[in-house]
C-alpha cells in the first residue's frame, strides 16, 4: 500500500473516530442534562406527584447513563491503574464491548493507546500497560501511580 493511500485510510479512520467520539458524548450530555432537570423538579416541584415522578425520571436516567458508560468506566479504569486491557482478569470483556459497539472505531482508538501484556515472565520494569496509563494521566490531567509503583520502586515483590 503506498503511503499516500495508507495516510488517508488512517486520516479518514481518525475522523471516523472523532465523529464517534462526539455522537458519543452529545448522547452522554444530553442523558445528564435531563437528570438534571428532572433531579430539580425532584427537589424543588410544586407537589409531591410531581417530585416523586421526576425522582423516578431522574433514576432512570441515571441507571441508563451509568450503564451506557459501565465498560468504558471500567477501560479506563484500568489503563488508568496501569493494568492490561487484554487481560481477562483486568477488563477484556470490557474491552470487546467497547470494540463491538456502535463507537467501535473511537473504543478501537482508546485500546490503541495501550500496549504490554502483563506476564510473568516479563521484568518488573516492563509489565503491564505504561503506555495506556501515561496516555490516560496525560488526558484526564490526573497523575496516578500504576498499580505495580511499588515493585518498580524497590525491584522486588511487597
Given at each position: 500500500m503506498?503511503?499516500?493511500k495508507k495516510l488517508w485510510n488512517d486520516t479518514a479512520r481518525y475522523e471516523s473516530a472523532l465523529d464517534q467520539a462526539v455522537r458519543y458524548l452529545a448522547k452522554l450530555s444530553k442523558l445528564v442534562r435531563i437528570a438534571i432537570k428532572e433531579a430539580d423538579k425532584a427537589v424543588s416541584g410544586k407537589n409531591v406527584v410531581v417530585r416523586t415522578n421526576s425522582a423516578a425520571v431522574t433514576q432512570k436516567t441515571l441507571k441508563e447513563l451509568t450503564t451506557e458508560t459501565e465498560h468504558w468506566n471500567h477501560v479506563i479504569e484500568t489503563m488508568k491503574s496501569g493494568k492490561d486491557?487484554?487481560?481477562?482478569?483486568n477488563c477484556k470483556g470490557s474491552k470487546l464491548e467497547i470494540v463491538a459497539g456502535s463507537e467501535y472505531e473511537f473504543g478501537q482508538y482508546l485500546i490503541d493507546q495501550s500496549n504490554g501484556k502483563f506476564c510473568e515472565q516479563y521484568p518488573i520494569d516492563v509489565r503491564g500497560?505504561?503506555?495506556?496509563?501515561?496516555?490516560?494521566n496525560k488526558v484526564t490531567d490526573e497523575t496516578t501511580e500504576p498499580y505495580n509503583a511499588n515493585e518498580l520502586r524497590n525491584g522486588k515483590y511487597e
Open positions: 503506498s503511503s499516500q486491557v487484554h487481560v481477562q482478569e500497560n505504561r503506555a495506556g496509563h501515561k496516555y490516560i
